[in-house]
């Protein structure tokens, strides 16, 4: 059965400090990760997406690493700001007919002054 | 913003008043999508639409009908809802179902009650 499990399911850091998220999929045949943000009170929005392939793409303060062979990936926050207190999603899509997606359960993040 | 709007933003209805949800996506996509998000539990898949065909259906109870009449508007008709069917509803659109990198842009989503 395909499965996104991400840890932690909440955390609090302060405003300056790195962070890192994780993500374990089973998802099989893979094809590709994305990382999604999700403000309070708003949809998810696209920070990121890794295929097979690659192993580390950044976007601004966040860096997503992808490890096909251990089905793992991370998201790493440098810096935080107030601004990224968010739930964050990791979806995986799978490489057969439907393409279908599986979504994680997120991570809530909250940043505090 | 994402280009994918929703009316209304928070909505409580009775269990046997019928209500419909509606999106709008002004970015030219061919597939638009409902999913359900519950508290603590990952997005569920409700429905998709690829060039106005629905194209999956995943187990959702009949008191839930979606209709899509054209590429850009999606809506979600209510009925008899069940106080468990409260969450936040979610539309999206992207490019086409099928695409391997095909990003979903989602609303900002429906708060719905049920009391």
């Known amino acids: 059965k395909n499965q996104v499990e991400q840890s932690p399911q909440s955390l609090i850091i302060l405003e300056g400090k790195n962070c890192t998220l994780q993500?374990?999929?089973?998802?099989?045949?893979?094809?590709?990760l994305r990382w999604y943000k999700q403000d309070t009170g708003r949809g998810p929005v696209s920070l990121t997406i890794?295929?097979?392939?690659?192993n580390t793409k950044s976007n601004g303060r966040y860096t997503a690493t992808l490890d096909a062979d251990t089905k793992q990936s991370s998201l790493h926050i440098t810096a935080s700001q107030l601004s990224d207190s968010a739930s964050y999603i990791c979806v995986v899509r799978n490489n057969n007919a439907g393409n279908m997606l599986t979504f994680g359960g997120g991570t809530r993040l909250m940043v505090k002054p | 913003e994402t280009g994918v709007t929703q009316t209304p933003r928070h909505l409580v209805m009775g269990m046997t008043n019928k209500k419909s949800l509606k999106c709008e996506q002004h970015?030219?996509?061919?597939?638009m999508y409902w999913y359900k998000q519950s508290a603590k539990k990952p997005l569920e898949l409700m429905f998709v639409y690829n060039f106005k065909e629905q194209t999956e259906n995943n187990s959702v109870p009949s008191r839930f009908s979606p209709e899509c009449p054209n590429s850009s508007h999606l809506f979600l008709h209510l009925h008899t809802l069940q106080p468990e069917d409260s969450a936040l509803y979610l539309c999206?659109?992207?490019?086409?179902?099928?695409?391997?990198?095909?990003?979903?842009?989602f609303g900002p989503g429906t708060r719905l009650t049920v009391l």
């Open positions: 999206a659109s992207s490019q086409e179902v099928g695409l391997r990198t095909d990003t979903q842009y």
């Open positions: 993500c374990n999929y089973t998802v099989s045949p893979f094809s590709n």
């Open positions: 970015l030219g996509h061919n597939a």
């Open positions: 890794m295929t097979f392939s690659e």
